[in-house]
Nanobody, 121 residues
Framework: QVQVVESGGGLVQAGGSLRLSCAAS????????MGWYRQAPGKQRELVAT???????SYADSVKGRFTISRDNAKNTVSLQMNSLKPEDTAVYYC???????????????WGQGTQVTVSS
């Protein structure tokens, strides 16, 4: 079993910054990709950013140039630095970890419970 726990959400004014953190723990042999999704009220969950074990990153067009994803492979953690926040960034942010428990086995994607980010205008 793998646990994924996010932290760092909160309330910030437009133009401000927040840093989200996420830690994966439990029966982990290795982790492939880690990432962040978000879901705003009344909208579908959408991909925000991902990062591979090799450090390759990918971002949604809406956050490029404002958000930066990073990870610490030794600690099984991933962070999302969010700058120049906009009211439309308001959402519940979810961390994902794609991991496997053995050297040879299936990869599974695990989700955290989510952390609320609210950007006021």
């Amino acid at each position: 079993q793998v646990q994924v726990v996010e932290s760092g959400g909160g309330l910030v004014q437009a133009g401000g910054s927040l840093r989200l953190s996420c830690a994966a723990s439990g029966s982990i042999f290795s982790i492939n990709a880690m990432g962040w999704y978000r879901q705003a009220p009344g909208k579908q969950r959408e991909l925000v950013a991902t990062i591979t074990s090799g450090g390759r990153t990918s971002y949604a067009d809406s956050v490029k140039g404002r958000f930066t994803i990073s990870r610490d492979n030794a600690k099984n953690t991933v962070s999302l630095q969010m700058n120049s926040l906009k009211p439309e960034d308001t959402a519940v942010y979810y961390c994902t970890t794609t991991a496997r428990a053995q050297a040879v086995g299936s990869w599974w994607t695990y989700w955290g419970q989510g952390t609320q980010v609210t950007v006021s205008s």
